[in-house]
């Protein structure tokens, strides 16, 4: 049995050895994502300026025809104030000239001020097309590059893959069934040590009188609160003084 244990120890670190492998690549693959993500939010920021920018164009069109209208209409109470008669006619068209006058400034100022924003929009789309063409750049070369990485790491799975095929081969049926569920069930970890009566998969205490019986190996032992295959190992330090 502790040749079994053994194996399944082995197993175990293969198989954690692997899922190291899926999260490099997995990592990897972030970065390519990250990156796309990242281009992705600035073309969709560029295209709000060139909405916001529209929009501007169009206030600002439409506060020019404002000013037209403003100025088309001093001229003609200018020109009514010619014709008028009494007094209180001469001073609605006085009032109305006066406010036509104000807007008009209104105006003026107002198609300035848009002018500057429409500006600072431009300048900002620029510098996100800027952005997002060297991102697109890297993104290019980041791709060569991971892609090449994952090549290296799928071809090294691959031999560590067939290394736990062989294993897994010479392992009692029994005991591949009970460790292939618990991998899928315990996130990856079947098999843990037991150091000073602690499962080092969930940290829970083993009995006393089980943990004597890990230390000996002579059959599969499982932590009481997770499950988990248990083995014996020395507490590092305990090593440590022996060597």
């Known amino acids: 049995m502790k040749e079994e244990i053994v194996k399944l120890i082995n197993l175990q670190e293969i198989d954690s050895e692997i899922a190291g492998f899926d999260t490099d690549i997995a990592k990897k693959q972030q970065i390519i994502t990250d990156r796309e993500q990242s281009i992705q939010e600035k073309k969709e920021a560029i295209t709000a300026s060139q909405e916001k920018t529209e929009a501007l164009l169009q ?20 020109n009514k104030m010619m014709q008028v008669q009494t007094s209180r006619e001469h001073q609605a068209l006085l009032k109305e000239i006066e406010e036509n006058k104000r807007l ?3 105006t003026e100022e107002k198609v300035l001020q848009i002018m500057e924003q429409i500006e600072a929009v431009k300048v900002e789309a620029t510098e996100l097309e800027n952005l997002c063409s060297g991102e697109k750049e890297l993104l ?3 791709t060569v590059t991971v892609e090449k990485a994952i090549k290296k790491i799928d071809n090294t799975r691959k031999k560590v893959a067939n290394k736990r095929t062989t ?3 010479n392992l009692q049926a029994s005991s591949l069934k009970r460790y292939s569920k618990l991998l899928i069930k315990r996130d990856g970890l079947g098999v843990v040590p037991a150091i000073e009566r602690v499962c080092q998969g969930c940290f829970m205490s083993v009995p006393p009188q089980q ?6 190996g002579d059959k599969l032992n499982v932590c009481p609160n997770c499950q988990r295959i248990l083995y014996y190992k020395e507490k590092e330090e305990e090593v440590a003084d022996e060597k």
């Open 104 to 106: 008009l400034k209104e």
């Open 59 to 78: 206030e600002q069109r439409d506060t020019n025809a404002e000013h037209e209208d403003a100025g088309t209409r001093i001229k003609d109470r200018q």
């Open 211 to 216: 943990f004597n019986e890990i230390r000996k």
């Open 167 to 169: 294993l897994s081969k």
């Open 140 to 142: 290019e070369e980041e």
